[in-house]
């Protein structure tokens, strides 16, 4: 996709200063910009380099006054920073301005969808599935039997939706994703093996939640897993069966959370926690990387450790931790001096 200065500037409400006909089809640091490329300059540390880019056009702040001579077109707006952070946006949904079905593909009859809808090829579409408008379904995807998709939804390469599987408006799912896979219920047996526990619910994704590539939620033995309108899930996420994520929680890469536990709202779980279940954890709830949840927490707690404990305690006894060679050597010395 190519696109001109002048038409750049009118995305953006800028001024063009140069050459309104120059065209870019790429984006660039400006230190390593060439021809044919997009950059912008918000950070003064990086002035001198709006002096040598080969970029073919910058964005600047409309303060900004050239020194010397510069080759590169400039669009001025009033935050350079924004400006170019609203133009990627832009840029995203012009490249995910994608429609029709490709094929090979298998829509089941009885399947119904809005307008708008792209399906990549090598894609399977099962029976009773209704999909919503402007869907983005990309190749080698699997929906199965009587899922709900609304509105607006992406789901990237190789994306599993599992049957009965109900998601919002304004998803997004990565590569990889696995919703509605059966939860880990197996009963133990007198003879030492396991029996399979038949896992008969579903999961529920609502409205503008994001999932990261490989990310895996498991369906309900019974009723439903949830995931509440804003969540955003990292990449390389395991939720089982029966977990309830609350609105615009936020958890980070590597992150399990065991069978039945519920997790409020607007907490912040950092990567390679693990969290049991059958356990509550509150609202606004902050779990530094690498804790381990072993029992409920309420609202607002700011935890760090395993097993975690209250986060401003463990960096008071980090402290000794780092010392206890120390301190146990100064002990010993104590006692034999006794």
Known sequence: ?????????????????????????KLAKIEEGSEGSLTFLANPKYISHIYTTKATITI??????????????????????????????????????????????????????????YLGSFCYIGKNVSIGNNVKIYPNSFIGDNVVIGDNCVFFAGVRIYSETVIGNNCTLHSGTIIGSDGFGFAPQEDGTYQKVPQIGNVIIE????????????????????????????????????????????????????????????CMIGGQVGIVGHIT????????????IGKSLQDGEVV???????????????????????????????????
Do not use: W
Not at 307 to 323: G, L
């Open 60 to 117: 600047v702040n409309k303060t900004f006054v050239p020194e010397q001579n510069i080759t590169t077109t400039l669009i001025k707006v009033e935050d350079a920073y924004k400006s170019f952070s609203k133009l990627l946006e832009y840029y995203n949904q012009v490249k995910l301005m994608k429609s029709g079905i490709e094929q090979p593909s298998v829509i089941s009859d009885d399947v119904v969808y809005g307008e708008g809808l």
């Open 281 to 292: 954890i509150g609202d606004n709830v902050k779990v530094q990387a690498q804790s381990g």
């Open 304 to 338: 760090q450790g395993t097993p975690a404990f209250n986060y401003s305690d463990f960096t008071k006894s980090y402290v000794h931790f780092k010392n206890l060679p120390k301190i146990v050597s100064e002990i010993d010395k104590i006692k034999k001096n006794n």
């Open 1 to 25: 996709m190519k696109f001109t200065a002048e038409q750049i500037a009118g995305i953006l409400e800028g001024e063009v200063v140069g050459n309104p006909n120059a065209e870019v089809s």
């Open 207 to 266: 409205d503008n939640v994001e999932i990261g590539a490989c990310t895996t939620i498991d369906r309900a033995t019974l009723g439903s897993t949830i995931i509440r309108k804003g969540v955003k899930l990292d990449n390389q996420i395991q939720i089982a069966h029966n977990v309830e994520i609350g609105e615009n929680t936020v958890i980070a890469s590597q992150t399990g959370v065991a069978g039945s536990t519920k997790i409020g709202k607007n």
